[in-house]
């Protein structure tokens, strides 16, 4: 009797709580289009956005530069003459120039500046928070701000930066004011308003770094200058190479500085090719020459970065083939 009632037991218990049975396979269906849907809907956002703000100005700057446009008046084809009469304008060399320099400057000093700090902070033991949140905060101060509180800061007759060399008894300079320094000062300014992200990222990349490297190599009785060389750069070296090309391309479009800090001056000395364009557009009133100059640029990075691209990507197969 007690064996009957055992085996009962399962019979009922199953009968008391049948399995669910499986939805039926259009249910199945319509849900998974349901959740294709939702995602489409989100991606076709992001491409509308992209299409109205980025994609359709810039083919508009494409076709503009081919023709003469004046705001309330029909466009008129003109061919290459925009393009043209850009390459005759006398501050045409001088703003390339200056870019290109601004460039290589930037990339001595603000290039290597955040890659020593991340290595700083990585090593910290106490207030990382704290110090972290130091670096970041220009990151955080609107460019325009940014921009004034350094033109301030270089004022040749009561700015800080005068004051501070006057109280260790060192020449002062004219910084902004100087055709010779201008720059230079300018690209101070972008370091330090823009290094905070940079910084991040580079420490973001030292921490995933294994620790038995780093172990391995003080074992094989490295310094720290051998461990950053043969361990450190080797692991970051991706991260690097494309931070690289950001900043590269953001230094070629440099404007916040050079308009907000000198003007363009002094003597031409900071023109760059964004502010030409600016000038071009906004106080020439020629919008095919500033478009045709926006043209150059976009061909010129477009070129760039397909060899840069190119060169790292046939440096990296070879590294580990």
């Known amino acids: 009797m007690t064996t009957k009632t055992a085996e009962r037991r399962p019979a009922r218990a199953t009968a008391a709580h049948p399995r669910p049975a499986p939805p039926p396979a259009g249910t199945v269906r319509r849900r998974r289009l349901a959740e294709q849907a939702r995602a489409y809907a989100f991606l ?94 220009p990151v955080m101060i609107p460019p325009v701000v940014s921009a004034l509180l350094w033109k301030w800061f270089y004022d040749p007759g009561a700015g ?42 580079y420490l973001a990349a030292l921490q995933s770094i294994p620790g038995e490297l780093y172990e391995a190599a003080e074992l094989d009785g490295a310094n720290l200058l051998q461990r950053v060389r043969h361990v450190t750069v080797p692991q970051t070296r991706f991260v690097i190479l494309m931070l690289m090309l950001l900043q590269i391309i953001a230094t070629m479009q440099v404007f916040t500085e050079p308009f907000v800090i000198t003007g363009g001056g002094p003597e031409n000395a900071t023109v760059t090719v964004l502010y030409l364009i600016y000038k071009y557009a906004f106080l020439y009133n020629d919008f095919g020459g500033a478009c045709a100059l926006s043209v150059m640029l976009l061909v010129l990075l477009g070129l760039f970065s397909a060899l840069y691209l190119r060169l790292t990507r046939s440096g990296s197969t070879e590294e580990y083939a």
């Open 44 to 137: 076709l956002g992001g491409l509308v956005c992209f299409a109205l703000f980025s994609w359709y100005p810039a083919i508009r700057a494409v076709v503009i530069a081919f023709q003469k446009y004046t705001p309330g008046n029909p466009p008129e084809w003109v061919g290459t003459a925009n393009f043209t009469r850009v390459l005759h304008d006398p501050e045409f060399g001088a703003a390339w120039r200056n870019t290109l320099t601004f460039t290589v400057l930037a990339l001595l000093i603000g290039f290597a500046v955040p890659f020593l700090l991340a290595l700083v902070l990585n090593e910290l033991r106490h207030a990382k928070a704290f110090f972290r949140v130091v670096v970041y905060l």
């Open 160 to 201: 800080l930066a005068n004051e501070a060399l006057r109280a260790v008894h060192l020449p002062t300079s004219q910084w902004t004011n100087g055709a010779d320094t201008a720059l230079v000062s300018l690209v101070l300014v972008a370091t330090w308003a823009n290094m905070g992200g940079t910084v991040l990222i």
